[in-house]
């Protein structure tokens, strides 16, 4: 049995988790439990602005094959059911009697179309493109449903994209996309989406999305390469029953990290509800196959969490206290070093995940001792795309240097200066306020000319008594005779560069200043900032500051480095910025405010309090965790959540079902909505093999042959009714659920070749070297495509062994 106290630890991606911690450490208000598990996690389990409208008062065919099933739009009526959508319905317990569809809300779809332009999925970094980066590329393999609630209240409407996992891998509502956006250098919508995981303590880690793109041991001559398209747990049939309003899967579950040896014994059923007022069922079911040697005690269930520019603040609950807490970012320490953790039974039973709250604090936020800032020299920039997040560096007058930051919400505030006297680099006395020009040479020499994209102009130096300064400015200037000649300096790149004056012009051709200044020989040149409205004024830092002030040692200058929010219509953050900060700006750090309270949307999700009739339930067990994924060199836009739980009775022909809850609303409504369905969420765990009660009866599945001109073929009916066909032949007879002497039997396609059998392995390769490793992503028949796989019930072994070669199944051939 897994205990609290047990020393294990396992690997998701970069996620370790252990479970060797004797206490809980106290967090919020809440009393330290006396056992928890612990993880920890290195850098992860592993944009458009987010949509910020204020919420309202509340009164294509996939490229990838598809499994049998609905392959079009779902069904809009009272059509024929599947063999899979039996299967499915059957393992799933009932649904809340609170759970009330409204008719006409929800639609959805099979066919696949972008979320690129609603979701805003991360590119990848630059290595990520050995990976098939941009991200965008591969949602078409990772799509197998869309589901959409509209509600009477915008604060209420989603849209959900659920994964060939069963797992949801989008999650759109008012707030925008609330699911990670994908930072990771390789295997999008592996790690960073709600799916169920499932564990065997000290030995591996099985994901409900799918397996990672680590596997590099062959190339395309052998199988699809990972690199190419990642391994999506595959898809073994689905349902979506608009009148209904619900939709469900089925699919085999995967090893994360590959390759591995390890056979996956877990298949994963998932139903979604639409319970209007933008509540959310969710109903997990966990089967480890009867045969299985290993033991599923552990599931995270769900692991997932939210896009942390768009749902910024954590709320968690205390039942004691009756009380709601407030995480904001900085206050939610990392997932893998100081996260939060709660037993279930000492909160009240749901988390919420806000938009951005009003701050705790306000007023000046307190930057490190002795830093000042005054922008100068080249004022701002952005830095290159390599960053996760959008980060502006500005350059400042020398003061402290301090390279730590803050994850902290912050409004950096401008104050534009008036300009005075340019001072001399060498001689603070030896100040200027105009220029004068000469020729470059006697005769008809210019006073100006082209340098590159440049222009300089010949220097005066008595009039400016050898006035020095050899860096620039990145402000507009204004250069003004006495006669009322005037023309624009887009930037200065050096006041006076050995006797020149090296410039940008704005509006205005070199020749053109030339003449001027000719017009106006021997004239004074006096200079002035062109400041545009948009100069000072707040820019927002949600994400925070990276570096409070780095020093470079090269160039012997002084930087601070922040994330600026990026805003509607800008292109280039940098830009902007540099024309609202430019040199001479001081800047003032502030606390962000945060938003109204009624201004905020939010999502809540309702895991329960206490289980008193579930099975294989450890004592003190669910456990809620959750921390940020922002603090590395790689910032992944994730605060990771999860609920972990145990299912003590999930050896091999064990089954654990979890039903769960999701609304969608306004932060000053969502607590009520979510207090409603704790009550509503169930969970429980029993084994066929065992003999436990609450396995779901199910229905006998009847398999039948029939041989035709054009092939052999497959039908099945389902319950008391017969295949329909004359010609039909009984081959053999199981269930719609598991039983003792039961495995899953499969179909699965590779290419041309069609097996029907309990060993969902079959089509892999053997070990390239010789070894126990198991590779399901390659068709060893047929390297150019990947398998596809459905599961038509629960047999006894063996029993169905004549239609294993040389049949296809076919959903058509009886009337169920």
């Not at 945060?594 to 289980?611: I, P, S």
Request: proline share 6%; with cysteine.
């Amino acid at each position: 049995e897994l205990k609290a106290s047990d020393d294990k630890s396992q690997y998701c991606g970069q996620v370790m988790f252990e479970t060797a911690s004797p206490t809980l450490s106290s967090v919020g208000s809440t009393s330290s439990p006396s056992r928890e598990p612990t993880m920890s996690l290195s850098s992860g389990p592993s944009e458009l602005p987010p949509t910020t409208t204020n919420p309202t008062p509340t009164p294509t065919a996939s490229p990838t094959a598809t499994p049998i099933g609905p392959t079009g739009s779902p069904t809009a009526g009272t059509g024929s059911t599947t063999l899979q959508e039996h299967i499915i319905r059957d393992m799933m317990p009932e649904s809340s009697k609170l759970c009330v569809h409204t008719p006409g809300s929800t639609t959805s779809s099979f066919a696949f179309d972008s979320s690129q332009d609603e979701s805003n999925w991360w590119h990848g970094y630059e290595e990520s493109k050995e990976y098939g980066a941009p991200w965008s590329n591969h949602e078409q393999y990772v799509f197998a449903a869309k589901m959409r609630h509209v509600d009477a209240s915008t604060n209420r409407t989603w849209t959900m994209r659920v994964g060939t996992g069963g797992n949801i891998y989008g999650l759109i509502g008012p707030m925008g996309e609330t699911v990670a956006s994908q930072k990771r250098t390789h295997s999008p919508w592996i790690d960073d989406t709600w799916q169920t995981v499932g564990v065997d303590p000290g030995k591996f880690m099985i994901h409900g999305a799918g397996s990672y793109q680590t596997d590099k041991t062959y190339d395309a001559n052998v199988g699809i390469p990972l690199a190419e398209r990642p391994f999506y747990a595959p898809n073994l049939g689905k349902y979506c029953k608009d009148e209904e309003g619900e939709c469900g899967f089925a699919a085999w579950a995967q090893i994360g990290p590959v390759p591995t040896s390890v056979e996956s014994p877990m298949f994963n059923f998932n139903r979604y509800k639409d319970c209007g007022n933008g509540v959310i069922e969710h109903t997990s079911v966990v089967h480890n196959n009867v045969g299985s040697e290993y033991s599923l005690t552990r599931l995270d269930a769900p692991w997932g969490g939210v896009r942390f520019s768009n749902l910024r603040d954590m709320v968690f609950t205390d039942a004691a206290n009756e009380s709601e807490d407030l995480f904001e970012p900085q206050e939610l320490g990392n997932y893998g070093i100081d996260p939060v953790v709660r037993q279930a039974k000492d909160t009240m039973g749901y988390a919420i995940f806000a938009e951005d709250l009003p701050s705790k604090r306000s007023g000046s936020y307190p930057i490190p001792n002795g830093i000042e800032y005054t922008i100068t020299g080249r004022g701002c920039r952005k830095l290159g795309d390599f960053w996760a997040y959008k980060v502006v560096q500005c350059q400042v007058n020398p003061t402290t240097i301090d390279n730590s930051g803050t994850r902290s919400s912050l409004i950096f505030r401008g104050e534009p200066q008036a300009m005075g006297p340019l001072c001399s680099t060498s001689d603070s006395n030896n100040c200027v306020t105009s220029y004068k020009f000469k020729q470059f040479g006697a005769g008809s020499r210019p006073y100006c000319r082209a340098f590159g994209d440049l222009t300089t102009c010949q220097l005066n130096l008595q009039h400016i008594n050898n006035f020095v300064r050899a860096d620039g400015d990145s402000n507009t200037f204004k250069f003004k005779a006495d006669s009322g000649e005037s023309f624009l300096v887009s930037s200065v790149s050096y006041w006076n560069l050995n006797g020149q004056f090296i410039f940008t012009p704005k509006d205005q051709s070199t020749a053109d200043i030339n003449s001027l200044i000719a017009q106006n020989e021997d004239q004074a040149w006096h200079f002035s900032f062109i400041h545009s409205p948009n100069v000072g004024g707040d820019v927002s830092a949600l994400n925070g500051a990276l570096h409070w002030c780095s020093y470079n040692k090269t160039h012997k200058n002084y930087w601070f480095y922040f994330y600026p929010d990026e805003i509607d219509g800008v292109s280039d953050i940098g830009d902007y910025i540099k024309e609202k900060f430019p040199p001479g700006t001081k800047i003032e750090v502030l606390h962000h405010p945060g938003k109204r309270t009624e201004d905020n949307t939010a999502l809540a999700h309702v895991y329960g309090t206490t289980f008193p009739d579930t099975h294989g339930l450890a004592d003190g067990w669910p456990l809620l965790k959750a921390g940020n994924a922002n603090d590395s060199s790689k910032p992944r836009n994730y605060n990771v959540y999860n609920i972990i739980t145990t299912a003590y009775r999930n050896t091999a022909g064990g089954t654990h079902h979890y039903r769960q809850y999701f609304v969608m609303d306004r932060f000053s409504d969502i607590s009520d909505q979510a207090k409603s369905m704790v009550p509503e969420v169930i969970q429980d765990n029993y084994n066929v093999i065992s003999g436990h009660n609450g396995a779901p009866v199910g229905q006998v599945v009847h398999l039948y042959e029939i041989v035709t001109e054009s092939g052999n073929f497959v039908g099945a009916s389902v319950g008391d009714k017969s295949c329909g066909q004359l010609d039909a032949i009984k081959v053999c007879s199981g269930s719609t659920t598991p039983k003792a002497d039961s495995k899953a039997l499969l179909q699965i396609v590779c290419g041309n070749d069609v097996y029907i059998g309990p060993d969902p392995y079959y089509f892999g390769p053997d070990d390239f070297q010789g070894k126990d490793t198991v590779r399901p992503y390659i068709c060893k028949n047929d390297a150019a495509v990947r398998g596809v796989w459905t599961v038509l019930g629960f047999f006894p072994e063996g029993d169905c062994n004549k239609i294993e070669q040389g049949y296809t199944f076919d959903d058509a051939v009886c009337q169920m």
